[in-house]
């Protein structure tokens, strides 16, 4: 490994026009759902100028551990498109934290390395790191400013508004800038709101306007318009996106073209099969891949069944006061009609846990995104009824709001 040189203020600005820019809407670190695979989909085939890796836990990428060193893999197809890659590593200790940045950078090609400070589950929680960082902003402050002096690339740090409700936002951010970080990433919810309420960009836009550094805005962007309405309220320099991604990967599509897009059945399991096909090259073809296949696929069928067309016609504005991604909309929305919606669209809106692992192992098997079509015709004729008798009486139904980050 080479010796580290701090990147100068020339290649941080380098670095911040590429990753602030108008179209650059980032893909949050998901732990499971920022795979390989789904990275590759949100890149090569929606345009994702600026992904981030699924967190990775410094002490063991730093002892060459496998699975961590998987987790900052960089997708590498298409060189010629312009994207930026962050590795995003947990650690509470400066000097795992410099060797980790190094292999993310040096080894992987990571343009940015990111360092978590919002994730509230326990088995993070629980090693003083994550969220865990953010009850002592004085020593984060020296954590920050050691990595970010020992690695070659920008540091970014990926934080929420505190603990619990006493938000210690504004003293964090200070310390995060007298340190030296390149950007602030801000999860608008404490540790302890995890995911259960709207995030809050009054205390965002109040970060921007206290801050001379960068703010990146998180939480509750479902569709490209709200992405653009969170950015103009709070007036941060890029957004973020995380579930809204997993519902739906070609939100970045959207948000670079400024445009809707509203794919029908057909169009949405062409998606589904393309990420089938990048696991299947990932993960291989045979009992392994298979295997590691029925552990992912299902899980984002998880997030999939929660796609809605939402026109910006009938629902742009709603954001700020009313997320859409905190809505548990209903399997048909405003200007839909249930009994006019296909089976095979029911299906897909469908979330039982068994109707995701019947269309996973469909996909699959499938020789096609049109032979697909037709085997989940067939499904949904022999078991939709179940299916949604059984998501009625709440005994299979998904729930998978579990993201570190």
């Known amino acids: ?115 978590n400070c919002g994730c509230p589950i326990h088995e993070t929680w629980k090693r003083g790191l994550g969220a865990a960082l953010l009850k002592k902003p004085a020593k984060l402050e020296r954590l920050v400013e050691g990595i970010a002096n020992g690695i070659d690339v920008p540091l970014t740090v990926k934080i929420r508004l505190g603990i619990d409700g006493s938000s210690q936002a504004s003293r964090i951010a200070e310390s995060l800038e007298n340190a030296g970080a390149s950007a602030i990433v801000v999860h608008g919810r404490t540790k302890e709101q995890r995911y259960t309420s709207a995030s809050d960009y009054d205390v965002i836009k109040r970060l921007v306007e206290e801050r001379a550094i960068p703010i990146i805005g998180n939480g509750d962007v479902l569709t490209y318009y709200d992405a653009v309405d969170r950015m103009k309220y709070s007036g941060v320099s890029a957004m973020m996106v995380g579930r809204g991604a997993l519902i739906k990967p070609w939100i970045f599509k959207e948000f670079a073209e400024g445009k809707e897009w509203l794919p029908t059945a057909l169009e949405r399991v062409g998606v589904y099969y393309t990420l089938r096909t990048y696991m299947m090259e990932s993960f291989g073809d045979d009992d392994i891949g298979k295997r590691r296949y029925d552990d992912f696929m299902p899980w984002h069928m998880g997030f999939f069944c929660r796609y809605r067309p939402l026109p910006e016609a009938l629902f742009a504005g709603r954001a700020i006061n009313d997320p859409l991604l905190q809505s548990r909309l209903d399997v048909a929305v405003e200007g839909e009609l249930r009994e006019e919606l296909s089976s095979v669209e029911r299906l897909l809106r469908c979330s039982s846990a068994d109707a995701h692992a019947a269309i996973s192992e469909i996909l699959w098997e499938a020789s096609s995104p049109e032979d697909a079509m037709n085997r989940l015709e067939d499904a949904a004729k022999a078991s939709l009824e179940e299916w949604t008798a059984q998501v009625a009486a709440g005994s299979r139904g998904a729930s998978v709001d579990t993201i570190r980050g």
């Open 1 to 115: 490994m080479e010796i580290y040189r701090k990147p100068s203020e020339d290649a941080v600005r380098a670095w911040t026009s590429r990753v602030l820019r108008p179209d650059a809407l980032w893909l949050a670190p998901l732990t499971k759902g920022g795979n390989y695979p789904f990275r590759r989909l949100c890149e090569i085939d929606f345009g994702c100028r600026v992904t981030v890796s699924e967190m990775a836990f410094a002490r063991f990428l730093g002892k060459g551990n496998r699975v961590e060193r998987a987790r900052v893999r960089r997708v590498r197809e298409r060189e010629d498109l312009e994207r930026t890659f962050g590795a995003q590593i947990a650690t509470n200790a400066i000097g795992e934290g410099v060797r980790a940045g190094l292999i993310a950078s040096q080894e992987f090609g990571a343009d940015f390395v990111d360092l």
